[in-house]
C-alpha cells in the first residue's frame, strides 16, 4: 500500500468535480484549493509520479498538511483512495524520517507498549510542568487497562458470543474506564470477552507518518496474537485502530508475505464495539438516564457502513438520554491523532467550527467513539462531558 | 510579470497571495483539465470587494490577465488561466448578507457554496430552484457567470431567471451595482443580465441579489423503467402534454444507472435501456394528483417498472447518485467529455435516436443523459484508449453533435457555457454580425482585454 507507483492509474480517475471541497477539513479552514485532496494527488502527480515539477518544500508542507481523515477518499465518487496515496507519498518523501531520531525512538517505545510506560511515565509530569507536552493531553492514567483487566470476563446469562477486545494505545493508557466501560456492557448482554496479552499499538501512527517498518511491526505483532484466538469477532472501542485492521493492516504487508492471508480473516472479523454490540443487539435494558447529548460521528467510520449509527441506536433504548443532532456530525473535529500538536492554529480553527456547531445543539455531553476526538474536543469544551458512548451506555445500566 | 505577487501581497496582504509553482499548478485548471492547463503567475484570494477592486486597478494599470474562479468546477474551461496572469478565486467572499422572507429575495457574497444557500434558504422555508450537479461546491458567482442549471430548470428555470441585481468590479477597479431588490425593473440596458453568464470577460461578480420562492411542501420522487430510449425519449413531451410539470426530469441511460447503482440500497433494476428519474413538488394534494396521473400514463406507455420512491430520506439518495454520476464516470473510463447541447422538448427522440447512430458510425462509446424535461441533454463521449485517431473522432462527434442539435432548432450550450471548449462553434450559432456586436461589448467593458482572455471571444489579449 505504501508503494507509490501502484496508484499511478488510480490517481488519473479524479475527475476534478471538487466534491472533495466539500468535507476536506483543511481546505474549509485554509480555503485555499492547494490544500485540498484534489490538488495533493494532482501534485503528487506531477511532481513525484510524472516528475513533472521538482519535489520542494512547499510539495513536503502540502502533503504534510493533511489529516488523513479519510473524508474525501468517503465523498469521492470515483473512488479514489486519496489518503491511501497521501501516505504512500510521505512514505517516499520521508522514508520513515518524517521525525527526528530520538522522537522516533520515544514513539517506537510506546507503540510497542500501547503508551507512554517506564522512563516516559516519569517524565510525563515533569513534561507537563515545563510545557513540552501539549495542554489538551490528558495526564496517563494511574493503572493501564491492561493492569486492570487480562484474561477472560465471563458473558453474563447466556453465552451469545465469544469476543476479542483489542484495546488501542489511548483506551489502555489514558481511557482505561472507557475499556472497563465496554467489558462490562459487552459482558452484561451476553458477550464473553477475551482480553488477550502481547498486543501493541495498531501502528496508524507509522502509517502517519510514512514509516512502513514500524507499521509492518505492529501489524504482524498484533495480527500474530489476534488470529491465533478461538473467537467470533474482534471488537476494539477505537474507529482508527479499527480502520487499521479492516482497511489497511493486509494491505501493508508485502504480496508474498505468509502473514497476510491471517491479516485478511482477521479484517473480516473486526467491529468498532458499538457497532457489534447494535448488531448482536440488546438483551439487557439499560436504565434511565436524564441526560441530553449529541453524537460527533469520528472521521474513521468508513470501513463499516453501520459504524456512524450503532451509536445512535443503542444510546435511543436509553429513556431520557436526549439525542440532539448537530447540523454537521460527521464534520471532522481537528484531531487528527497527534496533528493537533504540530498544526495548533490550523486544528483550532477546524475545531472551533465544530464546537459552536456543538454549542447549538445546548446538550451537556458529547459522545463519540474516537479517543483522539474525545481528547482534543474535550480541552474545546471546557466544562462539558465528552465519553465514548459505551461510557454512556455503561452509566446507564449503574456500572 | 516580474514582482507580480509581492506588490499584489502589498496591496491586499500577504496571506491572499499565493505563488509557488505547487499553487498556481493547483489553479491551472477547472474540470476540462484534459483538454488544457494554463499556468498563472499568482493565486489572489480576496476578502472583500475592495481588495477585489485593488487588484483589479492594478491589473488594469499594469495589464496583467484576470481570471475569476468559483469552485473550479466548471466544464468548459472558464476559469482555466489559458493567458496566466492572476487567478482570482472568490471563494473567501462566502458571507450571506441578508435572507428577506418579506420580499422574498437574498444577498450575497459570490464566493457563497450553492448548497449552504440552499439550506439557509430552506430552514426559513424558501427556496431558491436552480439547481446545477456541482451544487455540493459551485458557487453563486460562478454560478451567475455561467447562467448555471440543472434538473429543477423544467419547471423552475435556471440562475438568470432568479438574478436581480449585482455588485461588480470592472476591469478598472471600479465598482457598479447593477439592477435592484425589486422583481419589476425597467431601467437602461439590463447589465444585471449581461454580467449574468458572461463567463468572467466582462469584470468581476463579488455580489448577488436573487429572488426567491416559496418552499413547496411535499416531494415525491420516482423512477420510471423503459424498454427503449425511443419509448423513454417519447415519454418526456407527454407528461408535460398531460398537465404535469415535474419538478426534475431526468434521463438515463442504462450505463448511467449501472454507475448510479454503486450508490443506491436498493438498486434499480438493469432490465431497461432508458429511464426517467422523476421529482414531483408542491402542495401535498397536488403532488398526489401529478402522481396518479403519472402512474396512469406508465401503464399507458408500457413501462417496465415504475418505483414511487417511498420516503424523502431515500429520494435524497437518488439525487445524490444523480449527483456522483458524472464524477463517477472516471471509475470506468480513462476519459470524458460532457457535452450540453440543448434541443426543443419535442425533438428528443430524434435527438437520441440520431445520437445511437452516431455512436455506432463513428465508432465511439457515446453516452447520453440530461435534464430532458428541459431539452437540456448531456451526450458524453468515453474514452478508454486515447489513441490519435480516437481523438481525433472525438472531435469529429463533438461538432457533428453541436451542429445537429442547432439544426433542430436548438443551442450549444444550456448551462455549462463556453469557455474555450466550445468557443469554435459559436460562430455557427451566432453568426458573424451577433459576434461582432457582442465583441464591441466586450471592448466596452473591457478596452485593455484583460478579462478572462482566451474565452467566449477566441482572442488573446488585444480586444
Redesign the interface.
Known amino acids: 500500500m505504501l508503494n507509490l507507483d501502484a496508484y499511478r492509474d488510480l490517481i488519473?480517475?479524479?475527475?476534478?468535480?471538487?466534491?472533495c471541497?466539500?468535507t476536506c477539513p483543511v481546505f474549509l479552514e485554509d480555503?485555499?484549493?492547494?490544500h485540498?485532496a484534489r490538488?495533493r494527488i494532482?501534485?503528487i502527480q506531477?511532481?513525484m509520479l510524472e516528475g513533472k515539477?521538482p519535489v520542494?518544500r512547499?510539495?513536503r508542507e502540502?502533503v504534510d498538511r493533511c489529516l488523513l481523515c479519510t473524508n474525501c477518499t468517503q465523498t469521492?465518487?470515483?473512488?479514489v483512495p486519496v489518503d491511501e496515496i497521501i501516505a504512500a507519498a510521505r512514505f517516499e518523501l520521508h522514508k520513515g524520517k518524517r521525525r527526528g531520531r530520538i522522537e522516533r525512538y520515544l514513539m517506537h517505545q510506546a507503540m510497542k507498549q500501547r503508551g507512554p510506560k517506564g522512563l516516559m511515565e516519569k517524565a510525563a509530569p515533569l513534561a507537563k510542568k515545563l510545557g513540552w507536552s501539549p495542554e489538551e493531553l490528558p495526564a496517563p492514567a494511574e493503572r493501564d487497562f491492561d493492569h486492570r483487566f487480562q484474561g477472560v470476563i465471563p458473558a453474563e446469562g447466556a453465552r451469545r458470543a465469544r469476543v476479542a477486545y483489542y484495546v488501542g494505545c489511548a483506551t489502555n493508557a489514558f481511557y482505561p474506564e472507557t475499556g472497563e466501560a465496554v467489558v462490562r456492557v459487552l459482558a452484561r448482554n451476553g458477550v464473553e470477552v477475551v482480553v488477550p496479552e502481547g498486543l501493541s499499538c495498531c501502528g496508524l501512527p507509522a502509517l502517519v507518518d510514512g514509516d512502513l517498518g514500524t507499521l509492518q511491526e505492529m501489524v504482524r505483532l498484533n495480527v500474530g496474537v489476534l488470529a491465533a484466538l478461538d473467537v467470533d469477532a474482534v471488537v476494539t472501542d477505537c474507529t482508527s485502530c479499527g480502520l487499521l485492521f479492516k482497511a489497511k493492516a493486509a494491505k501493508v504487508l508485502p504480496e508474498d508475505d505468509p502473514v497476510m492471508a491471517r491479516a485478511e480473516a482477521l479484517a473480516g472479523k473486526v467491529w468498532e464495539a458499538t457497532d457489534y454490540l447494535n448488531h448482536l443487539g440488546l438483551v439487557s435494558e439499560p436504565g434511565p438516564l436524564g441526560e441530553r447529548y449529541t453524537y460527533h460521528v469520528p472521521c474513521h467510520r468508513g470501513w463499516s457502513p453501520t459504524l456512524a449509527d450503532a451509536p445512535r441506536q443503542l444510546l435511543d433504548r436509553v429513556s431520557g438520554a436526549e439525542r440532539v443532532e448537530m447540523e454537521h456530525p460527521e464534520a471532522c473535529c481537528g484531531a487528527g491523532g497527534a496533528f493537533f500538536m504540530e498544526y495548533k492554529a490550523l486544528s483550532q480553527g477546524i475545531r472551533s467550527r465544530k464546537t459552536e456547531d456543538i454549542d447549538r445543539t445546548g446538550s451537556e455531553t458529547v459522545v463519540t467513539q474516537c479517543p483522539a476526538c474525545r481528547t482534543y474536543l474535550a480541552a474545546g469544551l471546557p466544562g462539558r462531558r465528552v465519553l465514548h458512548p459505551m461510557a454512556l451506555l455503561a452509566r446507564a445500566y449503574g456500572f | 510579470m516580474k514582482g507580480l505577487a509581492k506588490d499584489l501581497g502589498g496591496l491586499i496582504g500577504r496571506q491572499g497571495v499565493?505563488s509557488?509553482?505547487?499553487?498556481l499548478?493547483?489553479?491551472s485548471?477547472?474540470?476540462t483539465?484534459y483538454l488544457a492547463r494554463g499556468m498563472p503567475e499568482a493565486?489572489v484570494?480576496p476578502a472583500s470587494t475592495e481588495e477585489t477592486a485593488k487588484v483589479m486597478q492594478y491589473a488594469f494599470k499594469h495589464e496583467v490577465a484576470v481570471t475569476p474562479r468559483g469552485?473550479?468546477?466548471g466544464l468548459s474551461g472558464g476559469c482555466t488561466p489559458l493567458h496566466g496572469g492572476i487567478v482570482l478565486?472568490m471563494?473567501?467572499m462566502?458571507r450571506i448578507l441578508e435572507i428577506n422572507p418579506g420580499n422574498m429575495t437574498a444577498g450575497m457574497e459570490a464566493g457563497v457554496v450553492l448548497?449552504q444557500f440552499h439550506n439557509a434558504v430552506e430552514r426559513m422555508g424558501l427556496f431558491y430552484p436552480p439547481d446545477p450537479q456541482?451544487q455540493?461546491?459551485s458557487t453563486l458567482g460562478g454560478n451567475v457567470a455561467t447562467r448555471a442549471g440543472g434538473p429543477r430548470g423544467v419547471k423552475y428555470g435556471t440562475t438568470p431567471n432568479y438574478v436581480l441585481g449585482l455588485e461588480v468590479v470592472l476591469p478598472d477597479g471600479s465598482i457598479i451595482h447593477t439592477g435592484a431588490s425589486t422583481v419589476k425593473y425597467s431601467v437602461g440596458y439590463d447589465l444585471t443580465h449581461l454580467m449574468t453568464g458572461s463567463e468572467g470577460t466582462l469584470g468581476v461578480i463579488t455580489r448577488v441579489t436573487v429572488r426567491l420562492l416559496p418552499l413547496p411542501p411535499t416531494r415525491r420522487t420516482a423512477v420510471a423503467v423503459f424498454a427503449s430510449l425511443d419509448e423513454a425519449a417519447t415519454m418526456v413531451a407527454e407528461i408535460t402534454v398531460r398537465g404535469t410539470v415535474p419538478a426534475k426530469l431526468e434521463f438515463i441511460t442504462q450505463g448511467g444507472i449501472q454507475i448510479m447503482n454503486s450508490?443506491l440500497d436498493p438498486v434499480l433494476p438493469l432490465t431497461g435501456e432508458a429511464y426517467l428519474l422523476i421529482e414531483l413538488d408542491g402542495t401535498p394534494a397536488q403532488v398526489e394528483e401529478d402522481a396518479v396521473r403519472l402512474e396512469a400514463l406508465c401503464k399507458e406507455m408500457k413501462v417496465l417498472e415504475l418505483r414511487m420512491v417511498p420516503d424523502e430520506k431515500q429520494a435524497q439518495t437518488y439525487w445524490k447518485a444523480r449527483?456522483?454520476?458524472?464524477?463517477?464516470?472516471?471509475?470506468i473510463f480513462?476519459r470524458?467529455i460532457i457535452e450540453d447541447v440543448t434541443v426543443p422538448r419535442d425533438r428528443i427522440p430524434d435527438f437520441v435516436r440520431w445520437l445511437q447512430n452516431l455512436s455506432a458510425s463513428i465508432g465511439l462509446v457515446i453516452g447520453v443523459g440530461g435534464h430532458a424535461g428541459d431539452g437540456n441533454m448531456h451526450p458524453t463521449i468515453v474514452l478508454n484508449d486515447f489513441s490519435q485517431e480516437n481523438e481525433k473522432k472525438a472531435r469529429e462527434a463533438i461538432e457533428q453533435i453541436v451542429k445537429y442539435g442547432l439544426s433542430l432548432g436548438g443551442t450549444i450550450s444550456g448551462e455549462h457555457g463556453i469557455g474555450f471548449h466550445k468557443a469554435p462553434f459559436l460562430l455557427w450559432e451566432l453568426g458573424q454580425t451577433q459576434i461582432d456586436l457582442q465583441r464591441r461589448i466586450k471592448q466596452a467593458f473591457d478596452p485593455k482585454g484583460i478579462m478572462n482572455p482566451g474565452k467566449l471571444w477566441n482572442y488573446g489579449g488585444a480586444a
Open positions: 488519473t480517475k479524479c475527475s476534478q468535480c471538487q466534491l471541497q466539500t480555503m485555499l484549493e492547494t485540498l490538488a494532482g501534485l506531477a511532481a515539477m520542494t512547499r510539495l502540502i469521492c465518487p470515483s473512488w | 499565493w509557488d509553482p505547487e499553487d499548478y493547483a489553479y485548471t477547472d474540470m483539465h493565486v484570494l469552485a473550479g468546477s478565486d471563494k473567501r462566502r448548497r456541482s455540493e461546491v450508490f449527483i456522483n454520476l458524472a464524477p463517477a464516470i472516471l471509475s480513462k470524458m
